[in-house]
C-alpha cells in the first residue's frame, strides 16, 4: 500500500537532474573467452569518493561513478585494473552482470524513453522499497544516495518504465569487487558468458574532495581462457590436425 501511495505521488515530483548511466566511449567489446584478448581505455572520474559513498550501507549516487560494459561468448577469467592518474584518488570497482539499457536502433527497450538514472520514478520507487527492506521499516528512498551498491544487486529504471514492476527495471548482479589504498586496483574473476557491467568511483572517503572532472584513470580488462575452455579449444585444433593429417595420405 505504502508503494501505490508513493507512486501515485511521484507522478507529480519535480525530479533534479541527475545524470543518466551510459556508456558512450566506455565499451570494451566483446570477448571470446577462448583466446587471451585484451583492451585499455582511459576516463575521467567525478570524485574521490564514489564508491565509498555505494559501498557505505544505503546506496550510492551512480553518476559520480563511471559505467563500462563488456561482453563474454564463454567462460573466463577476467583480470581487470584501474591505475590512477591523478592524486588523492583512490581507485575501486565492482563487477555486475547485466546492463543498463541501452538504444537498439535509437529506441530503448519495451517502454522505457530515457536511459536510466538514479531519480526516476521507477527508481526511486525501487530504492524506497530497499530501503523498507534493509534499513528499517520506517524509512524511505530519502535515506538513499542513489541506487548504485557497490557490494550487492541493485536496480534502476527510466523514464516510461512500469513503477513499482521490479522485472521492468534494469538488474545488475554483483560478481565481485575490489579496492585499493594505493594508486592502483586490480582483481581476477571467473565469469560466465554474458554481459557486464564495471562500476568503477574513488574510495577516499577519509579526504573526500569536492566534485570535479579532474581525476583521471587508465583501465584495462582481459580475458584469459578458463582451463576447461583451453582444453575443448585444443581438443578441437588436434581434431583439425588429424583430419588435415589424414586427407593428405
Do not use: C
Not at 527508481?123 to 524511505?140: D, E, P, T
Not at 518504465?161 to 554483483?174: N, P, Q, R, V
Not at 568511483?201 to 572532472?213: D, E, M, V
Request: aromatic share 12%.
Amino acid at each position: 500500500m505504502k508503494k501505490t501511495f508513493l507512486a501515485l505521488a511521484l507522478l507529480g515530483l519535480t525530479q533534479p537532474a541527475w545524470a543518466h548511466l551510459s556508456y558512450t566511449g566506455r565499451d570494451f567489446g566483446t570477448f571470446s573467452g577462448l583466446v587471451n584478448a585484451s583492451n585499455s581505455i582511459t576516463t575521467t572520474v567525478n570524485t574521490n569518493y564514489g564508491w565509498a559513498g555505494a559501498a557505505d550501507g544505503n546506496l550510492g549516487d551512480s553518476h559520480i561513478g563511471r559505467a563500462f560494459r563488456f561482453t563474454l561468448q564463454n567462460n573466463a577469467w577476467v583480470d581487470f585494473s584501474v591505475d590512477a592518474t591523478s592524486a588523492d584518488l583512490l581507485p575501486a570497482f565492482s563487477i555486475y552482470g547485466g546492463l543498463a539499457a541501452v538504444r537498439t536502433g535509437g529506441v530503448f527497450p519495451g517502454t522505457q524513453t530515457s536511459a536510466d538514472y538514479d531519480s526516476a520514478n521507477a527508481s526511486i520507487v525501487w530504492r524506497y522499497s530497499w530501503a523498507q527492506a534493509n534499513l528499517g521499516s520506517n524509512k524511505s528512498y530519502t535515506d538513499t544516495d542513489g541506487s548504485w551498491n557497490a557490494l550487492g544487486n541493485w536496480k534502476m529504471g527510466g523514464d516510461g518504465d512500469a513503477i513499482g514492476i521490479d522485472s521492468e527495471l534494469s538488474s545488475f548482479i554483483y560478481k565481485g569487487s575490489a579496492t585499493t589504498a594505493t594508486d592502483v586496483v586490480t582483481g581476477k574473476f571467473l565469469l560466465g558468458a554474458g554481459d557486464y557491467t564495471i562500476m568503477i568511483g574513488g574510495n577516499n572517503a577519509a579526504n573526500q574532495l569536492a566534485t570535479s572532472f579532474g581525476y583521471t584513470a587508465s583501465l584495462n580488462v582481459s580475458a584469459v581462457p578458463e582451463p576447461e575452455n583451453m582444453g575443448l579449444l585444443l581438443t578441437g585444433l588436434a581434431l583439425v590436425g588429424w583430419q588435415v593429417r589424414r586427407r593428405s595420405k
